[in-house]
């Protein structure tokens, strides 16, 4: 495998550090899944134990199979997978993976709980409910419409 351009290896790290996976893991180790990663290019269905262990979607979305035909998960862009090597990958459209070494698996989800909550809280809007207008919003009529009736003849 030859090594990838340094600007490749930056897009890759930028969608590894917004992966849920991988939120708060330390920016050196996923600049080394990055570097080591490979992308393939999934436009029919193939065994997950020909493409890998570890994979980030990075465009469309893909469908896991398990052996048995029957539907596990649902990957889409920006979202990490570790298929058993009997399922299929079934693109849903055509899609980009960042297929990723078995170093991936030790580091998902494997952040410690502050550095999570770091990581989530600088990615998430606050919203100040002392201030905002809740109680409009909480208020106002909900409309529900039966068949019969078309969002044009809804009272406004």
Same mark, same amino acid.
């Not at 494997?110 to 502050?114: C, D, I, L, M, Q």
């Given at each position: 495998m030859d090594a990838l351009p340094p600007e490749v290896t930056d897009d890759l790290t930028r969608l590894l550090r917004a992966c849920p996976a991988f939120l708060? =893991? $330390?920016e050196t180790a996923l600049r080394g899944l990055a570097a080591r990663a490979e992308i393939l290019y999934l436009a029919h269905p193939r065994h997950a134990g020909d493409v890998g262990t570890a994979l980030v979607v990075e465009r469309g979305s893909v469908l896991v199979r398990d052996a048995e035909g029957r539907s596990v998960d649902l990957v889409g862009e920006g $979202?990490? /997978?570790a298929p058993d090597g009997e399922a299929v990958l079934e693109p849903v459209e055509e899609s980009l993976l960042v297929v990723l070494t078995e170093g991936a698996l030790v580091l998902a989800w494997?952040?410690? #709980? $502050?550095r999570?909550?770091?990581a989530? #809280? #600088?990615d998430r809007a606050v919203v100040d409910l002392e201030t905002a207008a809740v109680r &409009? =919003?909480?208020s106002a009529p909900v409309q529900t419409i039966s068949g019969g009736r &078309? /969002? #044009?003849r809804l009272p406004r």
């Open positions: 708060g =893991v $330390e $979202e990490f /997978a494997s952040a410690p #709980a $502050e999570l909550r770091a989530h #809280a #600088a &409009t =919003v909480m &078309t /969002a #044009a």
